[in-house]
């Protein structure tokens, strides 16, 4: 595969079932179809590396062809095929490369990129990864299930595992996309539902559940309505990882008790699903009411924070909506259904009051659009002195947007 590549792919928003998604609940989410994540892959300039260069998290790594080969020298190839479940062998190989980075954010990112680039292109050097992303990272809208997604587009063709060509990609490229993302999504946060990385690959709004078996049963909600809504993002670091982790504890710590609270959000998923194929004005209390018990529920489940209560708050008081934290909350993001009736200036004033007083950063996204995709490699080339410039690290999601958004940057994608 000839160099260079572009992939990209959205964010998601869950409606409900964040969490009880892990335990095999059914779960609802749209991707964000203006938050995305871009992934550039370009020849390096020393041929003996890989190099990554990740400016959101200020993540600038090499590694020598030598170091990569050790590590494979280790790990029978076999052992990698294995897609669903992460192979201990080539995690404990990674663990050499990985342990200088253990305890920050880079951590997650390298290993999630090693492991797959293992697994999806072995030992090749000579080529530079670059990240840059309209999404904020770490809070809730799905940026690790995006990159994650991109990474499995780009390695797939870069290891010849997808076609080379700019056809658009078939149901079997989709799946392939989807089932390495969601190994991807491992590395990063270790029992992933696979909500993430299958809205972003697909794009639209699904409604989702894991079984027991470890196959996933989806259905898109293709209807699915713009419903009004705030988003906004706390700016409260957290991990995925650790809260989807002290759920875990806490149902094995109060079984009786964690069990039914888990059900009961699936009822609202599933019903609130239902809803949202036919939305009509009648239900829409319905839908309001299903936020304002999700919320509850997620909060019995201790992965609320006060600066996600302090948005359901402001927006009680000021009879806005109906917020719930959105992702895995622990601060990051929460969305608020906008009430009927409900005065533009009433919600200016909302968000006016969360980004003033609070310092959090509102967003207006709409629902559903395309998942992930690529430009085709011969418009890369072609065009590579206009978007290299877009991946440096003091390029805005404005800059990114205005030329690279599908449907209405530059570009055409092929998807
Ligand atoms: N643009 C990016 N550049 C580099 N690393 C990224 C980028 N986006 C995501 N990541 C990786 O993903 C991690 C964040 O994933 P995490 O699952 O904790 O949050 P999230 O995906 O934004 O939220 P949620 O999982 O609740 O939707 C970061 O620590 C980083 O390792
Ligand atoms: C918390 C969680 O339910 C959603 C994170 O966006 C984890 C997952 O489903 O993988
Ligand atoms: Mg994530």
Same mark, same amino acid.
């Given at each position: 595969?000839?160099?260079?590549?572009?992939?990209?792919?959205?964010?998601?928003?869950?409606?409900?079932?964040? *969490?009880?998604?892990?335990?095999?609940? /059914?779960?609802?989410?749209?991707?964000?179809?203006? =938050?995305? %994540?871009?992934?550039?892959?370009?020849?390096?300039?020393?041929?003996?590396?890989?190099?990554?260069?990740?400016?959101?998290?200020?993540?600038?790594?090499?590694?020598?062809?030598?170091?990569?080969?050790?590590?494979?020298?280790?790990?029978?190839? @076999?052992?990698?095929?294995?897609?669903?479940?992460?192979?201990?062998?080539?995690?404990?190989?990674?663990?050499?490369?990985?342990?200088?980075?253990? $305890?920050?954010?880079?951590?997650?990112?390298?290993?999630?990129?090693?492991?797959?680039?293992?697994?999806?292109?072995?030992?090749?050097?000579? #080529?530079?990864? %670059?990240?840059?992303?309209?999404?904020?990272?770490?809070?809730?809208?799905?940026?690790?299930?995006?990159?994650?997604?991109?990474?499995?587009?780009?390695?797939?063709?870069? $290891?010849? *595992?997808?076609?080379?060509?700019?056809?658009?990609?078939?149901?079997?490229?989709?799946?392939?996309?989807?089932?390495?993302?969601?190994?991807?999504?491992?590395?990063?946060?270790?029992? /992933?539902?696979?909500?993430?990385?299958?809205?972003?690959?697909?794009?639209?709004?699904?409604?989702?559940?894991?079984?027991?078996?470890?196959?996933?049963?989806?259905?898109?909600?293709?209807?699915?309505?713009?419903?009004?809504?705030?988003?906004?993002? %706390?700016?409260?670091?957290?991990?995925?990882?650790?809260?989807?982790?002290?759920?875990?504890?806490?149902?094995?710590?109060?079984? @009786?008790?964690?069990?039914?609270?888990? @059900?009961?959000?699936?009822?609202?998923?599933?019903?609130?699903?239902?809803?949202?194929?036919?939305?009509?004005?009648?239900?829409?209390?319905?839908?309001?009411?299903?936020?304002?018990?999700?919320?509850?529920?997620?909060?019995?489940?201790?992965?609320?924070?006060?600066?996600?209560?302090?948005?359901?708050?402001?927006?009680?008081?000021?009879?806005?909506? *109906?917020?719930?934290?959105?992702?895995?909350? $622990?601060?990051?993001?929460?969305?608020?259904?906008?009430?009927? $009736?409900?005065?533009?200036?009433?919600?200016?004033?909302?968000?006016?009051?969360?980004?003033?007083?609070?310092?959090?950063?509102?967003?207006? %996204?709409?629902?559903?659009?395309?998942?992930?995709?690529?430009?085709? /490699?011969? #418009?890369?080339?072609?065009?590579?002195?206009?978007?290299?410039? =877009?991946?440096?690290?003091?390029?805005?999601?404005?800059? =990114?947007?205005?030329?690279?958004?599908?449907?209405?940057?530059?570009?055409?994608?092929?998807?």
């Amino acid at each position: 595969m000839s160099l260079p590549l572009l992939t990209s792919a959205p964010g998601k928003v869950i409606i409900f079932g964040e *969490h009880s998604a892990v335990f095999n609940e /059914p779960a609802v989410a749209a991707s964000v179809s203006a =938050l995305r %994540t871009y992934l550039l892959v370009s020849a390096a300039q020393n041929p003996e590396v890989i190099e990554l260069d990740f400016p959101d998290i200020g993540f600038d790594k090499q590694w020598s062809g030598e170091a990569l080969a050790a590590i494979s020298a280790g790990v029978q190839p @076999e052992a990698v095929t294995d897609s669903r479940e992460l192979n201990a062998e080539l995690s404990n190989a990674l663990e050499s490369l990985l342990q200088p980075l253990s $305890g920050s954010l880079h951590y997650q990112a390298a290993y999630c990129f090693l492991y797959m680039y293992f697994s999806l292109c072995g030992t090749r050097t000579g #080529v530079k990864f %670059t990240v840059k992303s309209s999404l904020p990272i770490g809070a809730g809208l799905g940026s690790s299930a995006s990159l994650a997604v991109c990474l499995a587009l780009a390695l797939g063709k870069l $290891g010849g *595992h997808l076609k080379h060509g700019s056809e658009a990609l078939t149901k079997e490229d989709l799946g392939f996309v989807n089932k390495w993302s969601f190994i991807g999504e491992k590395c990063i946060h270790g029992t /992933p539902s696979g909500i993430d990385n299958m809205v972003a690959t697909y794009g639209s709004a699904v409604l989702f559940q894991r079984l027991p078996s470890g196959d996933t049963k989806s259905e898109q909600i293709l209807s699915f309505p713009q419903i009004p809504m705030v988003l906004t993002n %706390t700016r409260i670091p957290r991990s995925t990882k650790v809260l989807v982790a002290g759920v875990k504890d806490l149902i094995t710590r109060q079984p @009786e008790i964690m069990k039914p609270i888990l @059900e009961s959000m699936g009822v609202v998923a599933s019903n609130g699903a239902q809803i949202l194929s036919q939305l009509t004005d009648a239900n829409y209390a319905s839908l309001c009411e299903l936020i304002r018990v999700n919320h509850g529920l997620l909060v019995a489940l201790g992965v609320s924070h006060p600066g996600l209560e302090l948005i359901k708050s402001v927006g009680d008081s000021m009879s806005i909506g *109906h917020t719930k934290l959105t992702g895995a909350g $622990g601060g990051g993001c929460a969305l608020t259904l906008l009430s009927p $009736g409900v005065t533009p200036e009433e919600v200016e004033k909302f968000k006016h009051t969360l980004e003033s007083e609070h310092n959090y950063k509102t967003y207006t %996204t709409g629902l559903g659009g395309p998942g992930c995709g690529y430009i085709a /490699p011969e #418009v890369v080339q072609q065009s590579f002195s206009a978007i290299e410039p =877009l991946f440096r690290k003091d390029s805005t999601a404005a800059d =990114l947007n205005k030329v690279l958004l599908p449907g209405s940057g530059s570009f055409e994608w092929v998807h």
